[in-house]
Structures are given as C-alpha cells and as structure tokens.
C-alpha cells in the first residue's frame, strides 16, 4: 500500500500574472522550484486563498529570481495577480518511506522572495 502525503508546498505565494491565452500551467520562478523541489511538468495543485478555488495543472519554471507566479491557460479564471496561493506538491510513498518523510516547505513575502523554509508544520491548537 502506498501513502499520498505532502512532498512540497509554497505558501502565501503571490499571483504575478494571470494568462488566459497561455498554453496552460502554472509559471513559476525557477528559484522557487528548485527550493521547493518541485520538477517542471509536475502536478501541483493551488489553492487559492482570497476565492478558494482549489484547481490542479502542472508547473513550468520562470526565470529565477523573477517572482513570477503565473496561473496559466483556463486556471487563470481561478486566480488574480494579487491573490495568495498555497502551492503544494505530493508523492506517494510505501509505509517505509512515510516514516522517514518530512515535506519541504517554503514561506514567502508578499514579492515571492523566500522568508524561510521547514520541514515540519506546527501542531494546531485549540
């Protein structure tokens, strides 16, 4: 049996762009996907934190340190320069390797630039 757990998130990332005459696909800065670990044409999936649209396409990579984060092709309906993302990425993985994974988490201002990166979220309180 395998698991599908978090492999990678950008949180709070800024939409720069939104190209409905685009080929479809998320444009995102290469930075941002190499800290992430997020390959170009891999599935992720938005949520949208102004609407709360939640959509799936796959990411092409941005020019680095850009701060591009373009919603693309008919996801652009979903999305607005302005509003906030949450940017995720998953992996199914064995028992085994559930035990030992922790996701890779990026944390962004308000211009995509990384504020900082973890492993693990915070356990929730009352």
Same mark, same amino acid.
């Given at each position: ?22 080929? /479809?696909?998320? =444009?995102?800065? +290469? !930075?941002?996907? *190499?800290?992430?670990? $997020?390959?170009? @044409? ?30 693309? /092709?008919?996801? =652009?309906?979903? +999305? !607005?320069?302005? *509003?906030?993302?949450? $940017?995720?990425? @998953? ?36």
């Amino acid at each position: 049996m395998h698991l599908t757990l978090l492999k990678a998130k950008l949180h709070h990332a800024r939409v720069t762009h939104a190209e409905l005459e685009y080929e /479809g696909s998320c =444009a995102i800065d +290469a !930075r941002l996907l *190499d800290a992430a670990g $997020i390959r170009e @044409y891999e599935k992720i999936h938005i949520y949208n934190m102004e609407n709360g649209e939640r959509f799936s396409t796959y990411a092409i990579r941005a020019e680095a340190d850009s701060g591009v984060i373009s919603v693309n /092709g008919a996801a =652009a309906h979903k +999305a !607005r320069p302005g *509003d906030r993302l949450i $940017i995720c990425s @998953y992996a199914a993985l064995s028992q085994q390797e559930a035990l030992a994974h922790h996701p890779t988490l990026v944390y962004l201002d308000a211009a995509n630039r990384i504020v900082r990166t973890g492993h693990d979220i915070p356990v929730q309180v009352a």
